[in-house]
């Protein structure tokens, strides 16, 4: 079955768009490109005008919503699948807060098989339970220790080698040779969590790691005499920097200064959402914390620390064109270019001849009008 989306402002990728054209769908993946409006026949046809297509936005730190959690195992991910396309979500990484070895291993198993009927979980992402504890944040400090290569391979095993990046923290003994073993195996290390110094740091870089969790949040700082994570994610500009973009987990004033001299090239726009998203407000659990949920932000009930969110990736994408005014395609670089990139997932994060017909599109206002994932519409916006 083909379908043509045409009279479309279509962004190809992080470099090009095209302002009035023709998207031609076939089999799940996009069979041509049209800079122009084409008398294409098709079996369905539908009239993009005064809409923009992008690719279809790829959140790789996500811990549930609709009152699951991923630790929970398998129910969770058709949760997130379903909410997730209504904020032009199309894949996402399943994220797990730190476990029990044996919690994890359960968990693990129970993800390894577990599908989606909308947007797709692309695989899942440890956070933990190799961290820092003075940095732990909600994670429970009781399992947190030096890194095992035994224990990654019983995880790997569980998962079914499902586990796409991991979030490690460098000064951890062992590291040296953890980082490694994690790229020997497919896996992306990612620097959070952490107080390591910004030398530590840019020695994980030259370990393999690619980048770095929620910047800022949860890892060492900037300053003047004793440079920390932070610092290093200035300095390595060949890393890419995940950001909750709610103007909550950081100041707007450090957001902007961040793109100013990172630009949308470093960064991966995540949500972090945890269970309550989607939920009325009040407390849930989270990693075994109780928390307060109020619209899109979440607190630790006892000592009133963030804890993860309650919004979506299109509440990312307003907050930031409010306040940095990027373009469609720096967009597209922050929601689905980069985190393509950075998981090696050539056929997302693109609008381009072959690419998988995963698409988010939005009006000038950026409402999510419709969502496609692989060539099929999965969500549609009600009309008011």
Not at 50 to 70: E, V
Not at 143 to 152: F, T, V
Not at 367 to 376: C, K, L, M, P, W
Request: aromatic share 6%; glycine share 8%; charged share 25%.
């Amino acid at each position: 079955m083909s379908t043509l989306l045409k009279n479309a402002h279509i962004v190809l990728d992080d470099r090009n768009e095209i302002e009035k054209g023709c998207l031609l769908i076939e089999g799940g993946f996009i069979q041509e490109v049209f800079d122009h409006e084409a008398d294409i026949e098709a079996d369905e046809a539908e009239d993009m005008s005064g809409l923009t297509l992008y690719p279809g936005f790829i959140d790789p730190h996500n811990h549930g919503a609709m009152g699951k959690d991923f630790i929970c195992g398998a129910e969770a991910v058709s949760a997130v699948s379903e909410d997730a396309v209504k904020d032009g979500t199309t894949a996402f990484l399943a994220s797990l807060t730190v476990l029990s070895h044996e919690g994890e291993l359960e968990a693990l198993k129970s993800l390894a098989g577990a599908k989606a009927d909308k947007a797709v979980c692309l695989g899942i992402h440890m956070e933990g339970p190799y961290l820092s504890k003075e940095y732990k944040a909600l994670m429970d400090e009781r399992y947190l220790r030096d890194p095992s290569i035994e224990e990654l391979n019983e995880m790997i095993e569980a998962s079914s080698n499902r586990i796409r990046t991991m979030t490690v923290a460098p000064e951890r003994k062992g590291m040296d040779a953890f980082i490694p073993y994690l790229c020997k195996k497919g896996i992306i290390p990612m620097i959070g969590h952490t107080a390591c110094t910004c030398q530590q740091a840019l020695q994980a870089r030259t370990w393999g790691a690619k980048g770095f969790t929620h910047l800022y949040n949860a890892m060492s700082q900037h300053t003047h005499r004793n440079p920390g994570c932070a610092t290093a994610a200035f300095l390595a500009d060949d890393m890419y920097k995940e950001m909750i973009l709610d103007g909550f987990h950081t100041d707007t004033d450090v957001v902007r200064m961040t793109y100013k001299e990172m630009g949308p090239e470093q960064i991966i726009m995540i949500t972090d959402a945890m269970l309550a998203k989607g939920m009325k407000d009040g407390v849930y659990t989270f990693s075994g914390l109780k928390c307060r949920k109020e619209g899109i932000h979440v607190r630790v009930v006892e000592t009133g620390r963030i804890a993860g969110s309650a919004f979506g990736m299109i509440d990312a994408v307003r907050f930031v064109s409010d306040l940095v005014h990027p373009s469609p395609i720096e967009i597209c670089a922050m929601t689905s270019h980069n985190a393509a990139v950075l998981l090696k997932d050539e056929g997302r994060g693109n609008l381009n001849k072959n690419a998988r017909a995963d698409i988010a599109v939005l009006d000038d206002q950026l409402n999510v009008i419709e969502t496609y994932v692989a060539g099929r519409s999965v969500y549609r916006r009600k009309q008011s």
